[in-house]
Every structure is written in C-alpha cells, then in structure tokens.
C-alpha cells in the first residue's frame, strides 16, 4: 500500500516549456487535490476532483490544467512554465470532499511526498 | 478567506508546553491540523467538525469554539520529535480546505 505517488520527484524547467506532474493514490479515495507551496507560506488549492470525471478550479488555478484520468490518477499540466511557478507542488486525496459527508474518516487528506519545480 | 495562525513561530525546550491558534472571518464547517517536517509531505493530526469542541490523542490536543470561530493546538510536554511547522486547515460549509500559513515550531534539547 504506498498511499500517494508523485512523479517526478525533482524537475528544473525553461520558461515557457511544458510539463505534467503525475499523482497516483492506491487508497480507492474519491477525491484528490493539487496543492503548490511556497517558502514560508501555506498549501494553495490549485484544483482538486471531488469524484472520478469531475475537476474544479481552487483558489490559484490561473496556468495550469488537470486531467483525473481515472479514479486512481489525477495529473496537473503546465502549458507553459513561468518563473512564478516555481514552487514544491503536493498532490493529496481524501475518501470524500466537503461537508456533505462529514466524517473525519472521509474528509483526512493524505499527501503524497511532493515534486519540486524550478523553472528559470 | 485564509485562516490567520498565531504565533508565527514558537522555541522550546524540551517538556515545556505549547499552544498555536487558528482563527476565521467565517463561520466554520471543521477545522484540519497538519504538521509538516523540513522536506516533507504534510502529515495530518485530527479534524475537528462543527458540534465537536474537543479532541485529542497522547499530548497533542485541539479545541474548536464555533462561536469565535477558532481553533487551538495544544501540545503538552514536547518532545524532540514535535517540531515542525504546523497547519491549520478550515473549511467554510461545502467549499475546499484553505490553510493558514503555518505555525514553525522548534523544539530544543
């Protein structure tokens, strides 16, 4: 049972390459999040997929997209990488989302170990 | 809509106690304590969800006052091991979790 899986672990990118950080979780969760983090700051929802075919947009969306490939996998694309997004990008997942359910079983986020992006 | 934590940063010795605050401009639905180490993933502590004031496991204990809208972190006894940075994560009725900033908490020999 490894959890949460992110690939890659590191990655240094030019301005205006692209990249897709990959995330897996083999917990049979319903919901996952990317989330980016930035020296001395807090976790910024970037999107998140409440359920398998479903994404929305979190508080820092602008320069990214995702795919929930399927109830395992939930990818974050850059199109084109800038300066700004620079950042240790976490990928979590949680049983449910929000609190229709209510359960601190369903609503515990576990995080996957992260991938650092620098991109010059 | 960020919770505000407080204090930005705590030293410790070994065995002295410790208490970080989560505060809220909105009403809360629960409220979410992680704690990260220096290049790690986030490890979560406990939730507390609206109607539940108190929670908590060995030494580390959280309290959650719907009225004030806030949430406290209580670690008695520190060890060694408790430092870190911990987050608060709120969630206002059916929207996602936002963090505060985080609290650095260093525990000395």
């Known amino acids: 049972n490894a959890g949460v899986t992110q690939t890659p672990k590191f990655q240094v990118l030019k301005t205006g390459q692209s990249m897709t950080l990959q995330c897996a979780q083999d917990?049979?969760?319903?919901?996952m999040y990317w989330y980016r983090q930035d020296p001395g700051m807090g976790l910024r929802l970037i999107y998140y997929?409440?359920?398998?075919?479903?994404?929305d947009k979190g508080e820092v969306p602008n320069g990214y997209n995702v795919s929930r490939l399927n109830k395992r996998e939930f990818s974050l694309r850059l199109e084109s990488a800038a300066p700004s997004q620079t950042s240790v990008y976490f990928c979590?997942?949680?049983?449910?989302?929000?609190?229709?359910?209510?359960?601190?079983?369903?609503?515990?986020?576990?995080f996957g170990p992260g991938t650092r992006l620098l991109v010059l | 809509q960020q919770p505000v934590q407080s204090p930005q940063a705590v030293i410790l010795r070994e065995g002295e106690d410790a208490v970080i605050n989560c505060s809220s401009s909105k009403a809360l639905y629960s409220v979410h304590w992680y704690r990260q180490k220096h290049g790690e993933a986030p490890v979560f502590l406990m939730i507390l969800l609206k109607g539940g004031e108190q929670k908590g496991h060995d030494k580390i204990s959280a309290s959650f006052n719907e009225k004030k809208q806030q949430s406290s972190l209580y670690l008695t006894a520190s060890q060694l091991s408790y430092s870190g940075t911990y987050f608060c994560?709120?969630?206002?009725?059916?929207?996602?979790?936002?963090f505060g900033e985080g609290t650095q908490l260093t525990v000395n020999p």
């Open positions: 994560g709120t969630e206002i009725g059916g929207s996602r979790l936002t």
């Open positions: 997929s409440a359920s398998e075919g479903t994404t």
């Open positions: 917990m049979n969760h319903n919901s």
């Open positions: 979590a997942s949680s049983e449910e989302t929000g609190f229709l359910f209510g359960t601190e079983e369903g609503e515990t986020q576990y």
